[in-house]
Structures are given as structure tokens and as C-alpha cells.
């Protein structure tokens, strides 16, 4: 059923298990560390606090078994769901205080396995997905692109390498929900999928190298989104 680039499943984690995790991350909060922007459209602003509760490098969580209740139950109804093969990268808690700018959510160890996948596999290595479960109903979305990427994140870069877009996203969209970002990036972009509002219950999930980006939803006095992230591989 994951073949597809991005989906989004409405009511598929229950609601209870939705509002423990989120508790659990709250009572945790004091692990969590503020993302500053340094260099981007939110330069020296706090964007985010984000809480590791799996790090694919130092595997704070000292495997499985040791998370949270709630966060083990989500995680594993997850494997269950994407089938065989899966691992589950890095897991996040996000507090989202301003709209992420736009980007893609390789890792450091993609970039290291698409030479190895490549050699081994003759083809092309495709980063698995972006699991995002809101814990909480707020009228703001993700948005999308058709650009992607399997060598880098920063869009700036991508902007650099490649042409303008032939269809770009419409102005009176990008007015809607994108305005944070810097408008020339506009030109370079063409809408992939807009997601519907983050619910709780949801779960939604985008192949990682699309570029994607919150909307601005400081337009619609939201203060900040709480959501899981998951990022999840496939294992070649
Ligand atoms: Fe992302």
C-alpha cells in the first residue's frame, strides 16, 4: 500500500493513544533543544523545539523497548504497517513555533548510502518516508513540491543547479500559504500536493528527497503545531 510519493490517512491512530504520546512528550519537554535559524527567512528566530526521543547516530532511546508507552505503540503499529524491512531512522517531537521555509529531509547517512545502494543494486537510491502525526487539530498544513532532491536539502541549492519551473505555483497560493518564504523561490517551485489540516488521529507520509514546507500559519493566529516525526528506511 507505501507505493505511493505522499498519502495521508485520516482517523488512523486512535485518539486516546494520539493524547498519551502527546503527554508523554510534554512531560519530557526539558530534553528538548531550540532550533534557531542562522541563516534562512526566520534569521536568529526561534523556529522550533525539537525533543529526540531516536537519533540514528547515538540511539539515545537504547533500542526499542525503552520509549515512552504510547511513542512504542505508535512506532510499532508503524512497522507493522509499512510492512518488511523497515527501521525507523530518527523520531522527533516537534513544537513548531514558526512555518518551516522549504526543504527536504535527507540525512546524512542517505547521502552515504546512495553510493553504497547504487553499487550494490544498480539503481537508484530513493529515500523511504517522512512520517508526520499531528497530536493535535490545527488548521495548517504541508505543503508539497514536485522538486526533489537526493544530494541535498537546502532549496537554495537547487535553485542554483536547475531551471525554473515550467508550471510554477500560482501567485494567489503562494500569497495564501507560502508568503514566509522568499518569493522568487516561487518561480522555481510547482505544487505536488497540498495536505489537508493536521488532525490528530492523522497520519501522513512523503517520500523524503520532496521538497516540502509548513504553510504560514501565523495568518491564522495558530501559535504553534505539536507533531511527531518519523523518519523511516528501508532496508536495502
Ligand atoms: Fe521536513
Wanted: glycine share 2%; charged share 30%.
Amino acid at each position: 500500500m507505501f507505493d505511493e510519493d505522499v498519502l495521508v490517512k485520516d482517523n488512523f491512530f486512535d485518539l486516546e493513544l494520539i493524547s498519551q504520546a502527546w503527554k508523554e512528550c510534554l512531560d519530557n519537554d526539558h530534553k528538548g533543544q531550540d532550533f534557531i535559524d542562522h541563516h534562512g527567512i526566520w534569521k536568529g528566530q526561534r523556529v522550533s523545539r525539537q525533543q529526540f526521543i531516536k537519533k540514528a547516530d547515538t540511539d539515545i532511546s537504547d533500542g526499542n523497548n525503552n520509549f515512552p508507552p504510547a511513542i512504542k505503540k505508535i512506532t510499532d503499529i508503524l512497522l507493522n504497517e509499512f510492512a518488511d524491512d523497515i527501521s525507523v531512522r530518527e523520531i522527533t517531537f516537534q513544537q513548531l513555533y514558526l512555518p518551516w521555509d522549504i526543504h527536504c529531509d535527507l540525512t546524512r547517512e542517505d547521502m552515504n548510502e546512495k553510493s553504497i545502494y547504487k553499487s550494490k543494486n544498480n539503481s537508484e537510491y530513493v529515500p523511504f518516508y517522512n512520517v508526520l502525526i499531528p497530536l493535535h487539530d490545527v488548521d495548517s498544513r504541508t505543503i508539497i513540491f514536485d522538486q526533489k532532491s537526493t544530494e541535498y536539502n537546502d532549496f537554495w541549492k537547487f535553485k542554483k543547479y536547475n531551471p525554473k519551473a515550467i508550471n510554477p505555483v500560482d501567485e494567489s497560493l503562494w500569497e495564501e500559504y507560502l508568503d514566509m518564504c522568499w518569493s522568487e523561490d516561487r518561480e522555481w517551485l510547482s505544487i505536488k500536493k497540498i495536505m489537508p489540516p493536521q488532525q490528530a488521529g492523522q497520519l501522513i507520509a512523503f517520500r523524503r528527497h520532496f521538497f516540502h514546507s509548513s504553510d504560514n500559519f501565523h495568518k491564522r493566529n495558530i501559535a504553534n503545531k505539536h507533531f511527531l516525526q518519523f523518519l523511516l528506511d528501508k532496508n536495502a
